[in-house]
């Protein structure tokens, strides 16, 4: 289905399904409040994720952690799988209409928990052939659990309630770390133990996160016009996000194939440090999605998309150019002398994941134009050239080659995206194009606005307030 040509009749077909829940204001949220509490949730994601991964790792020790591992690794792994792009589906759904109809929120939810029971059954049923002794077949609840805050999550994104939002994003990761404090201070201290603290803390904002649309979710089952409707475009979402993936993850599967196993671990150590700047990403393909799905003239979304992948250039790469100069400080303290031979990797590997970044921004603001086609093939490309190049390149060069190739096919698809709007969408080269002095005072101003909110934060929870 094209999106953009069908948004008269899906908002007839969404209004006629039940009374509204919610009313969204007339006028669009603004971006930069939603880039500031992103930025603050992301920043606190990360924050409790590096305090809650060290606990994890000295109090459980080597093969502890790997038990842990163990349990929590494969329904985290499927959950970018299995939820089918429901979530962006229904985010561009709600950003279409004035007033979400009751019966959208029902049915979405009656989706994102069919397809988690689904997925958690099935891998329950595999595991023992997966992993002999089926231990963790109790965890499986997180796919449901985490299907629907995320699905439910995808409203609030398509509302522009970003406050919300972003709150509902870092509370598991605070819920997480306090059930880590708990089992330490109370004597439990386990690969289960950790594994039951995570899958609790999931449990409470699906539970948070459900009651705030229980008036619309208790008495309603799924419309099953609106569930195909829903189901078609989060498809088409779907394949571009799989094509993404497997472009992405390819390069370790070439690496453990051809290359010995310290050259696997210096390339891991390099991946770990380019890695560590997604988060400087997300906030981008999280509003800009939203607000590009919210512009019901093609132009009008085209010139918001724009505008937003302007932003992301200019902090993606400011934050790649810091982690480059850090890098063989980062590798000499964090990993040790043994792994400097990481370093000219890591460098192109942190260029892949900049060039990454921006092909995320505007390959999903293309979706939420209603083009999703040109993702797909873009990164289709990309892995070919990957596969293509990384193979020889991995052989004669090493590491080095392989992370050159990854670099290379990050850059065709950029290209090919950036082809498509000029070429495809009739789009001028200079609205993409970031470095002027207005786009960076914009980008300044949302980072000081973001600190604001997290200081606030802070200060609401009495961090940093005077004795």
Aim: charged share 10%; aromatic share 8%; net charge positive.
């Amino acid at each position: 289905m094209d999106a953009m040509s069908s948004i008269s009749t899906e908002n007839a077909e969404a209004l006629a399904v039940g009374p509204a829940v919610v009313a969204r204001p007339a006028a669009r949220f603004s971006s930069r409040r939603a880039y500031a509490q992103t930025f603050a949730a992301t920043a606190a994601i990360r924050c409790l994720g590096v305090v809650s991964g060290v606990m994890a790792a000295r109090l459980l020790g080597p093969a502890g952690r790997g038990e842990l591992a163990v349990i929590i690794f494969l329904p985290m792994l499927l959950v970018p799988f299995g939820e089918l792009e429901l979530p962006r589906s229904l985010a561009y759904e709600v950003s279409r209409v004035e007033e979400v109809p009751r019966g959208v929120m029902a049915t979405s939810f009656w989706l994102a928990a069919g397809l988690g029971l689904a997925l958690a059954g099935l891998l329950a049923g595999l595991l023992p052939l997966v992993l002999p002794g089926g231990a963790s077949r109790w965890f499986m609840v997180y796919l449901p659990a985490t299907l629907i805050t995320a699905t439910l999550l995808g409203s609030d994104q398509g509302r522009g309630r970003f406050g919300r939002f972003s709150a509902l994003l870092a509370l598991p990761g605070a819920l997480y770390l306090a059930g880590i404090v708990a089992a330490w201070a109370s004597g439990h201290v386990s690969p289960g133990a950790f594994a039951a603290g995570l899958l609790v803390a999931t449990l409470v904002v699906c539970g948070v996160r459900t009651q705030m649309d229980w008036g619309a979710l208790s008495p309603r089952l799924a419309d099953w016009t609106t569930a195909r409707r829903l189901l078609q475009r989060g498809w088409s979402f779907y394949l571009p996000t799989v094509a993404s993936i497997a472009l992405y993850r390819a390069d370790m599967f070439i690496l453990v194939r051809l290359a010995p196993n310290e050259a696997i671990g210096l390339y891991a150590v390099a991946q770990a440090i380019a890695l560590g700047q997604i988060g400087a990403v997300n906030p981008f393909v999280q509003v800009g999605f939203s607000a590009v799905a919210g512009e019901t003239d093609a132009g009008r979304a085209l010139k918001t998309l724009a505008r937003h992948f302007r932003l992301a250039q200019l902090a993606v790469m400011g934050v790649g150019l810091v982690a480059a100069a850090a890098t063989p400080w980062l590798v000499r303290l964090m990993f040790g002398a043994q792994f400097a031979g990481a370093v000219t990797t890591a460098y192109l590997l942190i260029g892949a994941t900049v060039v990454w970044g921006m092909e995320q921004v505007l390959e999903q603001g293309l979706r939420a134009a209603g083009h999703p086609r040109p993702g797909i093939v873009s990164n289709l490309l990309g892995l070919g050239v990957l596969v293509g190049a990384g193979v020889p390149a991995c052989v004669h060069y090493g590491i080095v080659g392989l992370a050159a190739a990854a670099l290379g096919a990050q850059v065709l698809n950029l290209a090919v995206l950036i082809g498509f709007c000029v070429v495809g969408a009739k789009m001028s080269p200079s609205q993409l194009w970031a470095f002027n002095g207005s786009h960076l005072k914009e980008l300044r101003s949302s980072g000081a606005l973001a600190m604001e909110q997290v200081y606030a934060g802070a200060r609401r929870f009495g961090w940093g307030a005077r004795p």
